[in-house]
């Protein structure tokens, strides 16, 4: 099982990091050959940084759009943030203290997570509207991550299992070491299907979070008059004029 | 009226009830086909090639390649459906095709069939379909069942525009020889004779006189509209609907008195007799700089030192956010002025240095609302802060009027509605999806008709304008309650010697 699981993340890293490299690379080359922000819109860079972090940290349009979503979408977004934290520590030789300090949060941030997905998977059911967009790799990624969060909470509560160990594995891991994972069944679910989300990744809708930084509607300054915005495939089309 | 449809029964503005599912709704109402001699004129094939499909599959690669905004927005949604509840046409139809995310997902689904590893290895688990003729006609169908307005990407949280999508569906379409009649109609008459109406230069002289004699008639003052003048200060590119039909040309009445009484030099241009610029409509690049061009070439030829836009929606948003872009650098015009002004930033201007002298009088007995044109409010700007696309109208307004009175929050500045005429929808055969998708708008207006006495409603595009002068009496309403913004300040303004 070490073997098999040691080869897995290798795989998955790979995968995840491959691709969503190749995906960031892709965004960062397709030019926008329009000033297309959403006004009301920053006139500065500044402001656009501003803007930007008001999106990806309060989800602002969200709010502006949809109170029970925004506060379903906080819930799960927010709670993964704080388990993802606690799970710093596996990666980490001396755990930091910030870490350390937010490592009982982690918890709620669990039981968060899971009430957020729940309602975000009852949306898909109860609304006519959101049942008529939903298509089953949106029904998968939610199965999948409230599988996660399940296993995870079992070996939490019921479960136990030997995470002196998992830390060992994972630490040797990143050393290219091979150190023995237990041999559980409960851990190998759980970690399974995050290497499965890894690999997934790149290839789905949750590119939608180094996406949104490329979103044109979102990361432009609000200045067509004070400067000329020329991408380059629109500049050969200059060419030849007067 | 005997219509083959049923205009909406409109509800409370603030407690708008969730839409009920109506598949199909609007699956039947097609706009015309462009024939052969509209598309050749634009340079597309004449009619739809043999090769449709290989051909639609290298466009929408090219496209992918081309616009950072429709890559990205192809593989970002999530599926949240915070759009699901934001368009008029849906709001106003049921059909659940529009709603954004649906919409969008016509294009998606063949995206991820033809350019996603998982839309070619498991395209039933992520919605991936093959291309097909239906899928074309589908394409026709609702991509020209979207006004471009951009309110749902006000509402997603990725900032996922269904404009972007549509433009460029329909470029797509346009490409394979499948062109919508009343866009590429109208091109070819901005690039045949210089403006959407087709008007030729001796008919603009013509009503230019008439509108002179008008005004000589009803101020005593020998208020002009030159035309053509080399030399003037000012070019007013404004749209052809203003030298056409009411209330437009109140509306250009209006900015004639302006830059009389500001003694301000201007002239329009027979060449660009046209402010709104259908290219982006059609999603085409080359088009829409080419329509821009003729700008460029008329403020070279008659020397003038700015470009001031008359009212007019999506000629705003082409002008403010693309002008430059298209056809700039405007290093040859006046530096100390914006490159282009829009009519109200300059008639704003000149209110608050006392250029110009309002008396509210002249609009008595009147009790205004302003609806906010979407592409105004969410494609552009009015004057050096964010959101003076929405303070400055206000503000003429007010100068203007005895009484101006904001509707529902939820419909108007960036939440506006689309007056459901937009981005090429304006043409009698999409008549029922133009009353339908005016329904939002139309129950905010009522709501303050009933409760605050208001008597009109004032606009700055022209397509608000002559799709309201539309719809309004099939919701009972009289077709002249839309004013001019101008038509007020027209109304309003001291003329003569002000000193």
Sequence with gaps: MTTAFAILFYVATAVFVAGLAAKIARYTLVPAPLKIP?????????????????????????????????????????????????HARYFMETVCAPVALLQPFGLYGALLMMAGLFLLAARRVVLPRIAYITGPSDWLLL?????????????????????????????????????????????????????????????????????????????????????RHVCAWAAKLDAGRE | MAEKFETPVLGDPTERPMPVLIPGATADLKSYVAAPAHNEALGFPAQLVEDWKPKAIGLMGDLLSRYRSLQVFMDICVKCGACTDKCHYFIGTGDPKNMPVARQDLFRSIYRRYFTPAGKLVP???????????????????????????????????????????????????????????????IGKVHKIGNNLGLPPAALADTIEGLEEDIEAETGCAVKLPIDVEGAEVLLVTPSADFFAEPHVLGLIGYAKVFHQAGISWTLSTKASEAGNFGMFIGNYA????????????????????????????????????????????????PRYPVPQ???????????????????????????????????????????????????????????????????????????????????????ELLEIRVKGAKPRMEALKQVVDSQGVTHMASLCAICKAQFTKILPYYGYDREMVVSVHQLVSNAIIMGNND
């Design chain 1, 38 to 86: 959403t006004t009301p819109a920053p006139l500065t860079k500044a402001g656009v940084v501003f803007r930007m972090a008001r999106e990806v940290v309060v989800f602002e349009s969200l709010f502006k759009g949809n109170k029970p979503l925004w506060i379903f979408a906080a819930l799960f977004h927010f709670g993964l943030l704080l388990v993802l934290i606690r």
């Design chain 1, 143 to 227: 199965v999948l991550l409230m599988l996660i969060g399940v296993s995870g909470g079992a070996m939490k509560l019921f479960a136990h299992t030997d995470i002196i160990a998992v830390k060992a594995f994972m630490l040797g891991l990143m050393h290219l070491e091979m150190r023995p994972l237990p041999a559980d069944p409960v851990l190998a679910v759980h970690l399974g299907l995050v290497a499965l989300l890894m690999i997934i990744f790149p290839f789905s809708k949750l590119l939608h979070a180094p996406g949104i930084f490329f979103s044109p509607t979102r990361n432009q300054t609000d200045n067509p008059r004070e400067r």
């Design chain 2, 124 to 186: 039933g688990l992520v919605g991936a379909k093959e291309l097909t003729r239906e899928t074309l006609d589908e394409w026709f169908n609702y991509f020209h069942q979207c006004s471009q307005c951009r309110r749902c990407s006000v509402f997603c949280p990725y900032g996922i525009d269904t404009a972007e999508v549509s433009m460029a569906a329909r470029e797509m379409l346009d490409q394979l020889g499948y062109g919508q009649k009343y866009c590429n109609e109208i």
């Design chain 2, 287 to 334: 088009q829409m700089k080419k329509i821009a061009t003729r700008i460029h070439e008329a403020a070279r030829e008659l020397k003038v030192k700015r470009i001031v836009f008359g009212e007019c929606g999506h000629a705003w948003r082409v002008a403010y956010s693309f002008l430059n872009t298209l056809v700039g650098p405007w290093d040859f015009l006046d």
């Design chain 2, 342 to 428: 829009h009519i109200l930033e300059v008639t704003n201007g000149l209110i608050a240095n006392g250029g110009i002298k309002l008396d509210r009088s002249g609009n008595d007995n009147m009790v205004l609302a302003f609806h906010d044109s979407c592409n105004v409010a969410r494609g552009a700007r009015m004057g050096d802060r964010p959101g003076g696309q929405f303070v400055i109208p206000r503000e003429v307004i007010k100068a203007s009027v005895p009484k101006l009175v904001e509707m529902c929050p939820d419909t108007t500045h960036e939440k506006t509605f689309c007056c459901g005429g937009g981005g090429g929808l304006l043409t009698d």
